[in-house]
């Protein structure tokens, strides 16, 4: 697990105008769990190397593993994935990591997910492991996007079945949307999330700031601490 | 092996050379953790080392004030990549607290409000190594990055700096702690790029 090894590059799809969905093909892959990530290595002509860690999407078996990157303006890595990168170029990866901010189809308990803007990508990774695994666990999710555009995995969020979704987002609402575009706050958080509860288990992802917000509003709600699993992807 | 990227030019950062492999310069201070922002008041904060023996150790905010206090200017690394370098701290070694503790076990388990725990060996934390830090940049430390009061041990990876510290309990054994039960290095040196388990 802790070897770098080649992948290539099999399909990429267009998300958004600014994500895009990688799909790597990594020979001895060996599955991974909901919510874990991987370290991504490219390698420049001269040598000189960059690594930064993507949540995986996928689950289940087989060796085609994918990823949901958004671009960071000015950034070294995710401009190149998004804008870059195609079918049959080769990168390094390793993993899978993480063993905390994960879901298992085995946990039965409610779960409420919180995505901000990329910070979906492993909470669709336990969408699919739930759909996958026939669990019947209750799923929540509210999802914060700057614009409707601006949803990654829109037609699979569309007909994730007994999964309960909420959008909100922060600069543009659809037409005749009730919420008026804002971040999310503590309102939001009591209306639009599942309450506090003994066999709870809350995942929050996206960026730092967004991450820091939510799980504060969490607490404040009354929910355990200890119940509330973070993974922050970095910047404000 | 050689896996080339094709297209990938690459933005080079300065003084790359100077940092453990594997990891980049940042002007940023990144915030990790594996859930919440504890909230803990100075009023309330405890900071206890227990032994063997069931002896505890105990210093309150006033009392951990009142104790030598050094400036200390390091480089941190953190497994998720990013290495800031010469960041400014105030804080208490680890050194001035164990001069009235008396223990023949050799790990502790560093314990945080919140529920966090880290492993290390003792030796790691004396001989001006470690600090029970509480000012960075010349501002108290932010509750994000683990105000009041988190553990600084420059020299590993910052996980093992906890945040929120609380206390440490002597160990027999090298029993892993929250992170390091998730996958990550038991040790965590940077140098060595001892990342995951
Ligand atoms: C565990 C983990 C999982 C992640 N999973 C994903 C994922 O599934 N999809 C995804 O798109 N990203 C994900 N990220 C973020 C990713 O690792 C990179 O940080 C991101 O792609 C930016 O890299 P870059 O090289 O383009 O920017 P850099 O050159 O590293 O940074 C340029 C500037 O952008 C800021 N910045 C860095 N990261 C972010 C961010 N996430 N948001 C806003 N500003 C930022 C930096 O502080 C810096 O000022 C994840 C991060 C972690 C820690």
Redesign the interface.
Known sequence: ??TWR?ATVASTARLTSTARSIVLDVPGWQGNLAGQHLDLR????DG??????YSIASVGPGQLVELGVDKVVDG?VSP?LVD??RAG????I?GP?????VWRPADVGPVQLVAGGSGIVPLAAMIRARRTSSSVAPFRLLYSARTPDDVLFAPELDNAGDVEITFAYTRRAPDGFARKPKRLDRTDLAELTLPPADDLTVFVCGP?GFV?AV??G??SLGHD??R???E?F?GA | MAVISRGFGGRRRRAEEDLPPGQYLTEDFPVLSAGPTPVVDTAEWEFVIQTETGARHRWSWDELQALPIEEITKDIHCVTRWSKLETTWRGVSLDTLFEQVETAYDYVLAHSYGGYTTNLPLEDLLDGKAWIAFEYDDSPLAPEHGGPARLLVPHLYFWKSAKWVHGLVMQTDDEPGFWEQNGYHLYGDPWLEQRYS
């Open positions: 697990m802790t080649a490219l390698t420049a002509e000189y190397q960059a690594v930064r860690s070294e190149y870059e990168v170029d080769q990168l390094e390793r990591l993480g063993g905390w901010f730092t820091e799980a504060d969490l607490v601490p200890a509330v699993k973070t922050r970095g």
